[in-house]
């Protein structure tokens, strides 16, 4: 395995490299949540650095502003490469994320983002080819610790096509701090901006923050003196167990690090659950690895929250705030919060979701089950309509294209219903269509919003918590919306330099547990799909053969995988028009494009396994 991804990550720079140097590499501009996607991306190397005994630090400027427009998925990718060379040629101590604000001008944010670690170094005569193709230290470099050497001159490849900087500041034998310096657009859209429910306040509070690392310390530290916190460090679970012994009046939250020398942190909280005046103290844990009976021993201790590292500032507030507003609970007694359930904080919704398409039913369930939703599942609009008249759904997610009744004629008929008395419930239409119009269209029909498939897990977040009971519509989100190509003359052939699936934009339209979760099922499915939809065209039944390509080239939309896409848009329009033998031409070349994918959802599948 090792080897393979080894082999994996080679090709994969190779490819990178092509293209920018071909001039083929092009930058999106999109929202992103910076402050979620920087502890997000870091998280995917926590356990790596876990076992080589390293610390993965992160020290965000409280000032950022949250919302930015720029490309998230090449930003992950420059984030990617400085943490992984700081992982690969660092073997003991730490490494240290810092972003910092530097100046908002004009509408943009000039950020500053460095990876500090405390690696081998590189000599000073060296560091100025570091980000040539094909350089590392020595020779020696590239056998010991493996790679192309291709890494960091992509990244500075990247920064520089995003109009920034990339330095480096190195001493042999004491590490490595490369710099990135670089402007994003503020994103100005307010429809994006759900303020984080801040129910307690922390001035005067006291935090007793127990972990082994320095570094650790001293950002938690600077964040609850921002907060008009009072800050008490202690460097061990036994140095903490001393404290709260001799402390007769208790602090108002613990946050302890899992990993620590001496005394654990599930084995400090267990001896601090001893002690009178500290078992309704509430605690949580931080780990820099979720392993398999986590959860089972915060329930067992009484621990309120659970959070992997590097927690984002905002995830450790609001955890703070809901466990003090909680307080200590006994075994088993209440959910432990996670960072999942941070960010979805309001009360669990009921959800009827109206989808016949299975992939997608897993998908949606798989989401709405982390984030603590409760879902039923209708597979057309009259089973929709039934499970409605019985009621007990807060918001209804309805597919436009099912089997039996759609999802416009459903709405009317419960909208009808609601003429007549029946409670007023929030209608999420859900298509893979994406054309122009078709936000217009849903409200038209009765619907109060409009979420486009592929799903992208943030954006499905963010309107499931706008219409929470909490937060009752507001205004409609912008929505980007792809115009799909006009009908082609002849059956589309890819060109050379086509690619199946561009994994790094999939996940910018989408984000790596979602990419993961289709490519999975996908795999699965796409063998069967395929057989179902030649027996439609077979039987002459147009109509199931439009729904299962109108499904299919949703589907292929998550993967950026054009050419297939493409062909499936054809068979979709062909369905509905001339019908001709041209079908079945085009369902052999989605054959051929499924095979081709195959290997890389496989990658996808995996990587996303591996890194959620």
């Not at 994320?97 to 001008?105: D, P, S």
């Not at 294209?401 to 929030?426: C, H, S, Y």
């Not at 109060?448 to 219409?467: A, C, V």
């Not at 959802?601 to 591996?610: F, P, Q, S």
Request: charged content about 25%; aromatic content about 6%; glycine content about 8%.
């Amino acid at each position: 395995k090792a080897s393979a991804d080894a082999l994996l990550e080679i090709i994969n720079d190779i490819l990178d490299f092509s293209k920018i140097e071909a001039g083929k590499m092009t930058l999106e501009t999109i929202p992103f949540d910076f402050n979620r996607l920087v502890p997000d991306t870091l998280r995917t190397h926590a356990l790596s650095a876990q076992q080589t005994g390293l610390e993965l630090a992160l020290d965000l400027d409280a000032d950022m502003p949250r919302h930015l427009l720029g490309d998230p998925g090449r930003l992950r990718q420059i984030l990617n490469n400085l943490v992984g060379n700081a992982i690969k040629f660092t073997p003991s101590g730490e490494i240290v994320v810092r972003v910092r604000l530097l100046q908002i001008v004009a509408g943009f944010a000039q950020l500053q983002i460095s990876v500090s670690d405390t690696g081998i170094g590189i000599p000073r005569e060296k560091q100025s080819r570091m980000f040539e193709a094909f350089e590392q230290e020595d020779g020696s470099t590239t056998r010991r610790f493996g790679g192309t050497g291709l890494g960091l001159s992509i990244t500075k490849r990247l920064v520089t096509m995003m109009g920034g900087e990339l330095s480096v500041d190195s001493e042999v034998g004491q590490g490595s701090r490369f710099t990135v310096t670089i402007d994003f657009a503020v994103d100005t859209d307010t429809s994006r901006d759900i303020a984080p429910d801040r129910p307690v306040s922390l001035a005067g509070r006291s935090i007793l923050l127990v972990d082994d690392n320095h570094t650790n310390l001293a950002i938690l530290s600077e964040m609850f003196e921002r907060w008009e916190a009072v800050a008490i460090v202690q460097r061990s679970g036994d140095d903490a167990l001393v404290y709260c012994k001799d402390e007769t009046r208790p602090v108002d939250c613990i946050i302890m690090d899992y990993a620590m020398p001496g005394l654990n942190g599930f084995e400090t909280a267990k001896a601090l659950a001893q002690l009178e005046h500290y078992k309704d103290v509430p605690i949580i844990m931080l780990s820099s690895s979720g392993m398999p009976g986590d959860a089972q021993k915060c329930r067992e201790l009484g621990i309120q929250a659970y959070l992997l590292k590097p927690a984002g500032r905002e995830e450790i507030y609001n955890a703070v705030c809901s466990v003090l507003d909680r307080g200590r609970s006994g075994a088993g007694d209440v959910p432990i919060i996670t960072r999942h359930s941070i960010r979805e904080s309001a009360r669990p919704l009921s959800i009827l979701l109206a989808e016949d398409n299975m992939l997608n039913q897993r998908l949606a369930l798989a989401l709405l089950g982390k984030w603590g939703h409760r879902t039923q599942i209708a597979n057309n609009g009259l089973e929709a309509l039934e499970l409605h008249e019985k009621g007990g759904f807060d918001l209804i997610l309805m597919d436009l294209q099912m089997p039996l009744m759609g999802g416009f004629d459903a709405t009317a008929i419960i909208r009808e219903r609601e003429k007549n008395g029946a409670p007023k419930i929030v209608i999420i239409a859900m298509t893979a269509n994406a054309l122009e119009g078709d936000r217009e269209k849903c409200i038209a029909g009765g619907m109060d919003d409009y979420l486009s498939k592929p799903f992208k897990s943030e954006m499905f977040s963010k309107i499931l918590k706008k219409y929470s009971p909490r937060d009752m519509p507001g205004s409609v989100p912008k929505i980007d919306h792809a115009a799909l190509s006009e009908r082609p003359e002849a059956i589309p052939v890819r060109a050379a330099s086509e690619s199946d699936f561009d994994y790094a934009a999939a996940l910018a339209q989408s984000d790596q547990e979602v990419v993961g979760l289709i490519a999975a099922h996908f795999l699965d499915e796409a063998p069967r799909q395929m057989v179902i939809m030649r027996q439609a065209w077979h039987g002459a039944d147009f109509e199931a053969l439009q729904r299962d390509a109108h499904a299919m080239m949703g589907l292929l939309g998550n993967f950026k995988a054009v050419p297939a896409q493409q062909l499936a848009v054809e068979i979709d329009h062909e369905s509905r028009t001339s019908r001709s033998e041209r079908i079945v031409r085009l369902l052999d070349a989605l054959d051929q494009e499924l095979a081709r994918l195959a290997p890389h959802l496989k990658v996808a599948a995996t990587h996303a396994a591996l890194n959620g």
